[in-house]
């Protein structure tokens, strides 16, 4: 938490004259009215209400703190201390600091009696900030009584003083906690405005994913993503039940369609269960035949790499080199080189000379976005909070980014100093994004594996050109693939489809975090170099992740089921999964499945376009020309798993390079990159 003296932090609200009467009715007490300012406040992912008088220089020893699990709001501390007494081994936890979140540090009180500390000072000892999450009701004047008051009660039920606004009225600051929160009248005092009293029909924004009670995890999905996702959606299931819940022990059983309902007006857009929406396709049954078997290829070696390069320093045969990588991956080695190509900062038809000026050009752009935050002074800083802001979220996730990796592990790592380096200059590159949590994480493999701080940049920048959607404040990505997810699911298996949605899963919000990132956190950082460079060659579609997903939860299918997992042990069980995925398996049944579905003749129009698809001789269920009778369409290009100059393995286990196919009939539909 910031000083008492410099909150900082988006200015949402601000009043002077806002008075706190200490000793109202009495006489001759110059203490009797203390004036005040009264802020609201937007930092990270928490709104903070905060009071201090105007005359009063406070340091941070003199604010009045409150916290959920706190029995009293009464405690005075020293809040920048606090994170310094941690040991070590829970600074190094990524998940302990990622339950971190909360920008206002607090300290429970140790006693609970109602014993006040003393307090040097008359008048700091009233300062006051709480986080809204922590906010139960609101109380106003009777009408009539001159300027207007307003009492703040906290859930702990501690009454904080009232607020007199002698300039001017409380309705401005009504209105602007209206944008965080839901406020009502109370049906015992009208003059009592309670916090989200009901389960309002939740609005169209990804903000309101979950009602009151949890405001804070709102905004950290809406603000950080990453962060909201990354500790777990099983640490916050009984939260949200809870929440949808209230307080009486009758209504503590779930209806069976409580949070399919409340999800599905959780994002607005997100409608997984499409066959029941107007104008959706109707995914009925398929039969997708018989899936084959795939085996993993030896990755590229950097002599095969060689071998096709002209004297000019041109790939050769780009394709069957995107195959081979697809099939294998590459060596360690070579990543160095290809990693740039695969992401689009060299063209695949560049020269060495041209690449050679390319990289200058680039080296050049990069260091003057560099100095341009480099050069902001500490002055100009305290006037940009964004850039504040951007910088604060990077120093926290720099240093809990893959700090068990040797090349990022220990202090003043210079691995380290890089990482916030580029991000910091990324903001510069993107200022409308900036710098979302979970960024770091797409870094960190480029810059392990590029060992430069420019080529990294560039690479990383690329990437996000492909991944910036997940990061956007609506989320379009998000929701787009999600939807995506559960019509693919359905095609493969519409019995494991029903079965999560009769446990509330079906808007498969446990793959969220899968999606976010790209598998960051459910694998090795080995196994990520592998995957990553995998989906990089966008065969056999932009969307072979999804695939990817499909292949994990038709693995966990059966444990889930016969196991009869509910809503809580489907999260607890995906979570859980993190680290313990074989990364070559689930390539392998990921290309398996995207070969079954070449072959179908009646794969849906949806699935023909979240895969690439081209539309062939294809027979649908929903076509308005009868059942019997083919839709003939302008044939298109071959499947790029049908191309002739993919290598093979040999029985020994080295590459055939002579030509190969893979038999797929010649009436199905041709799958190439979207």
Known sequence: MAAAGVVSGKIIYEQEGVYIHSSFGKTNDQDSLISGILRVLEKDAEVIVDWRPLDDALDSSSILYARKDSSSVVEWTQAPKERGHRGSE????????????????????PHTNGDAPSHRNGKSKWSFLFSLTDLKSIKQNKEGMGWSYLVFCLKDDVVLP???FHQGDSKLLIESLEKYVVLCESPQDKRTLLVNCQNKS??????????EPTYGLIQKIKKDPYTATMIGFSKVTNYIFDSLRGSDPSTHQRPP???????????SGLKINQQEEPGFEVITRIDLGERPVVQRKEPVSLEEWTKNIDSEGRILNVDSMKQMIFRGGLSHALRKQAWKFLLGYFPWDSTKEERTQLQKQKTDEYFRMKLQW???????????????DYRSLIEKDVNRTDRTNKFYEGQDNPGLILLHDILMTYCMYDFDLGYVQGMSDLLSPLLYVMENEVDAFWCFASYMDQMHQNFEEQMQGMKTQLIQLSTLLRLLDSGFCSYLESQDSGYLYFCFRWLLIRFKREFSFLDILRLWEVMWTELPCKNFHLLLCCAILESEKQQIMEKHYGFN?????????????????ILCKAEAISLQMVKCKELPQAVCEILGLQDSEVTTPDSDIGEDENVVMTPRPTSAFQSNALPTLSASGARDDSPTQIPVSSDVCRLTPA
């Not at 829970?90 to 009180?109: P, Q």
């Not at 369609?257 to 994002?267: H, R």
Request: a negative charge; charged letters at 35%; zero cysteines.
């Open 374 to 388: 480099k050069s902001v002074s500490q002055e100009q800083e305290k006037r940009n909070s964004r850039l504040r």
């Open 202 to 211: 939740l609005s169209q924004s990804f903000e309101n994913l979950l009602d």
């Open 569 to 585: 042990e489907i999260l607890k069980h995906i979570n859980e999964l993190s680290m313990k995925i074989d990364v070559e398996d």
């Open 162 to 164: 009232a607020l007199h």
């Open 257 to 267: 369609s409580e949070m399919a309902d409340f999800l599905s007006d959780a994002i």
């Open 90 to 109: 829970h600074l190094n936890s990524y998940e302990a600091e990622w339950d971190m979140v909360n920008t206002v540090s607090f300290k429970r009180k």
